[in-house]
């Protein structure tokens, strides 16, 4: 199931007026078509037509007692119907170009793009007019028509043998040239298709205003983390190397060697949109946990100044989800849901830099703000998968809503901005494997992603890593 790819010849060729324009649903396509090549004919015939599906193949391998067995299920909607709005006859009549190449004839022709599917019996054929193979509804038929139009898309996933997915939405103009033609088994004369020219478009996703603040949908995730090293303590803080009884009891965890608890807090984007010129944020915080029932050591609990805790190296991982359906029992949702990694970067501060410092806790506030933050299971997991939340934070250094500790805007400072291409941040950008699209769903195909980050974290020349992962809804740019 190959997607259509350009084909073009002096016999015939598609061209549009504003080449490789990318179009909005609802917009105009204008174009014409060309013949360069000789001919000459009595009677001829230029059409051209515009059709849209999204297409979805599924491999997959069987094992039994004869050995293994490869599988291969599609599956089709039709979007466009095959009416005079999308099939066009823009010639009809005698043609002769002669054969020095110096004239050429071209025909206009015109498109309007729909909002929303035409063909509602193309959508219910290919879902077998049964809504588990769809995940959009398709009963009652006449509300297909108000599902808004998939933009140009395609993922492949895994491979012919390895149980892959690919799947695509194509919106693809094909003109057709036919000559008359007589036959010696008949005395009538008949059309013959001598040439057929082909041009894929482009959709766009639908365009969205810049979001809001509040839009930004930011999850919070907290965890526990602690060190237990002497270089806690000022007179060992600056010592390159401890001593080998030190270091034996660092090793078995003494009671003699000091402790720093504290809780990581994270406030990462739930929804990321694609070309926006703010920076994606992404806010990290340190909260020192100094009450009596914490497990910081008294005497790091009775210093001046609390320990500072610095990120050292971050790292950003983008899973792309890809589900599909098939109308088929064999394979149902075994073979269908697929999750790849789709995007790697990493910044590390060079060697010999500290790291980006987080904000000191004010320790007047420490033990009474830190007692009741980040407690029990349910705040540790907050912001993991679903647990995305509203709320925010300050930019760094500064002190965040009532009730948050300050934290430090990472995002803000590397000016971290996902395009659909590359991730461009404060010395990049980083290119892509593959385009970036929005998160969305047709009949046949959903697409949604994951963000995983990492972090390693510096304190008194320890460090600890942590890390997290949750679903992140890209969506479309505004320009």
Do not use: C
Request: glycine letters at 8%.
């Amino acid at each position: 199931m190959p997607q259509a790819v350009i084909e073009a010849s002096p016999d015939l060729a598609i061209e549009l007026d504003v080449p490789n324009r990318e179009y909005n649903p609802g917009e105009t396509i204008t174009g014409r078509v060309f013949r360069r090549s000789h001919v000459v004919s009595s009677e001829a015939l230029v059409s051209i037509k515009l059709y849209g599906r999204t297409k979805v193949r599924v491999d997959y391998t069987t094992n039994s007692g004869n050995g293994s067995q490869h599988h291969t299920v599609r599956t089709r909607f039709n979007l466009l119907g095959s009416g005079p709005a999308f099939y066009n006859t823009i010639f009809k009549g005698p043609i002769h170009i002669p054969p020095d190449g110096s004239k050429t004839e071209s025909w206009p022709f015109s498109f309007s793009l729909p909002f929303g599917p035409v063909n509602p019996q193309g959508v219910r054929e290919g879902a077998h007019n049964k809504q588990k193979h769809s995940f959009l509804p398709i009963d009652p038929p006449d509300q297909i028509t108000s599902h808004p139009l998939p933009f140009t898309f395609y993922t492949k996933v895994g491979s012919y043998w390895a149980n892959g997915i690919e799947a695509y939405v194509e919106y693809v103009l094909q003109a057709e040239f036919f000559e008359e033609h007589t036959s010696r088994f008949s005395s009538s004369p008949s059309a013959k298709k001598t040439a057929t020219a082909v041009l894929p478009i482009t959709l766009r996703p639908p365009p969205i205003p810049p979001l809001l603040p509040d839009e930004w949908r930011l999850g919070r995730w907290v965890r526990r983390e602690g060190v237990r090293t002497q270089r806690l303590i000022p007179e060992f803080a600056d010592s390159e190397e401890l001593s080998f009884k030190q270091k034996i009891l660092k090793l078995f965890h003494s009671s003699k060697v000091p402790k720093y608890s504290f809780d990581i807090l994270v406030i990462s984007p739930g929804v990321i949109q694609l070309g926006s010129v703010d920076p994606v944020p992404f806010r990290v915080a340190a909260v020192p946990r100094l009450g009596q029932a914490d497990e910081t050591s008294d005497e790091v609990r009775q210093l001046e100044r609390t320990p500072t805790v610095s990120v050292v190296s971050l790292k950003m991982v983008v899973k792309a989800r890809t589900e599909v359906k098939v109308a088929s029992s064999l394979v149902w949702d075994r073979y269908t849901d697929r999750t790849d990694k789709f995007f790697e970067w990493s910044w590390m501060w060079k060697e010999g830099e500290e790291g980006m410092a987080l904000p000191v806790w004010d320790r007047r506030m420490g033990a009474e703000a830190g007692a009741g933050f980040g407690e029990g299971d349910e705040k540790k997991k907050m912001g993991e998968k679903e647990g995305l939340g509203g709320g925010g934070m300050s930019s760094a250094g500064g002190g965040g809503p009532e009730g948050e500790p300050p934290a430090r805007d990472i995002g803000a400072e590397l000016g971290l901005r996902f395009n659909p291409t590359e991730l461009a941040y404060r010395g990049g950008p980083a290119k892509m494997s593959a385009l970036l699209y929005p998160d969305f769903t047709t009949y046949n195909i959903r697409r949604t992603h994951e963000l995983k980050w990492e972090m390693v974290l510096a304190v008194a020349k320890e460090t600890v890593k942590v890390s997290n992962d949750h679903f992140v809804r890209f969506v479309a740019s505004w320009t």
